[in-house]
């Protein structure tokens, strides 16, 4: 890497075009690789003496899990239930008195009759009139006859409707509904036979022993995947600026650009080897042509130079 420093050094120096900001530095175009996928023998064929278990049938077998027998049992008696009607008090007479009704009612009476009255005249009232020394004929003139109505009296009263009477009634006899089981059918005793009883049971028998038998078992294979180079890395030549003509400014951008990518670096706007270095390492990473500060690479950082 040295060597190929001190070629690019010259290099910018042979090959500067009219332009004074483009050069062409030599610059180390990386390997390309790509991924294979390879079946490689994972076990090879052989021959195994396995054991063939012995094989079984299920099948079904009766077996008799109880003798017959005859039990005797009492089979109770059949009642049903019956209603009747009894009578509980005949039919009789009473005699029933059924009292007298009365209803209210009210009447006027007259407490005082019509008769007049006579009054001093309104326009005489609080005059002394000396009324010994008038005669009768002159007092009628000062005095005027009032009509009082007569006068009645609300008094409530009460009166027969219906007399007091007795009246015989015929009352009916009384009967009440009774319940009451009777026998239909008395109880006994019965024989029942009970026949046997059979149990049906899945039972194992051998329809053939083990045995062994020798079993060839075929190779197995696994797939692996491995990097295999496409091409060789080779030196080639690339615009790039000229390295003498790269301002504090324009080394300042690229130092941020590469911290941005995660590389730790002083942007410090000196193109040492920390920066070099980790130039090349985003360029290898990113498949970039290494070795110098490309055009290529300044592209892929987002960097403008300064004109």
């Not at 050069?23 to 490689?40: D, H």
């Not at 195994?48 to 039990?71: N, W």
């Not at 692996?224 to 390295?243: F, Q, T």
Request: one cysteine or more.
């Amino acid at each position: 890497m040295l060597v190929i420093g001190a070629i690019s050094f010259v290099a910018l120096e042979m090959r500067a075009e009219e332009n004074a900001r483009i050069c062409k530095a030599p610059v180390v175009v990386p390997a390309t690789f790509e991924i294979v996928t390879e079946q490689i023998l994972d076990q090879p064929e052989r021959t195994e003496i396995q054991t063939v278990p012995a094989k079984y049938e299920s099948v079904e077998r009766q077996f008799q899990v109880q003798a017959p027998t005859i039990q005797y049992k009492i089979v109770p008696a059949i009642y049903e239930t019956v209603t009747e009607q009894v009578q509980i008090k005949p039919e009789r007479t009473e005699t029933v008195v059924i009292p007298a009704e009365y209803e209210s009612y009210t009447e006027q009476i007259l407490v005082q009759p019509a008769h007049t009255v006579w009054r001093l005249k309104p326009q005489y009232l609080g005059e002394a009139l000396g009324l010994d020394e008038r005669s009768s004929t002159d007092l009628k003139d000062y005095f005027e006859a009032v009509d009082v109505p007569a006068e009645y009296q609300s008094v409530t009263r009460t009166r027969i409707v219906t007399p007091e009477r007795s009246e015989t009634r015929i009352i009916p006899a009384q009967y009440q509904t009774l319940v009451k089981r009777v026998v239909v059918e008395p109880s006994r005793i019965e024989e029942v036979y009970k026949p046997a009883e059979y149990e049906i049971v899945q039972v194992e028998e051998l329809v053939a022993p083990a045995r062994e038998e020798f079993v060839s078992v075929p190779a197995t294979y696994r797939t692996i995947e491995k990097k295999v180079a496409a091409s060789e890395a080779v030196l080639s030549w690339r615009d790039a600026p000229c390295e003498d003509q790269l301002s504090v400014g324009d080394i300042r951008r690229i130092q941020a650009a590469l911290a941005t990518a995660g590389f730790q670096l002083e942007i410090d706007g000196v193109l040492g080897p920390t920066t070099l270095n980790s130039l090349r390492e985003y360029q290898r990473k990113n498949g970039l042509a290494e070795g110098r500060v490309t055009f290529e690479s300044l592209n892929m950082l987002g960097v403008q130079l300064t004109q």
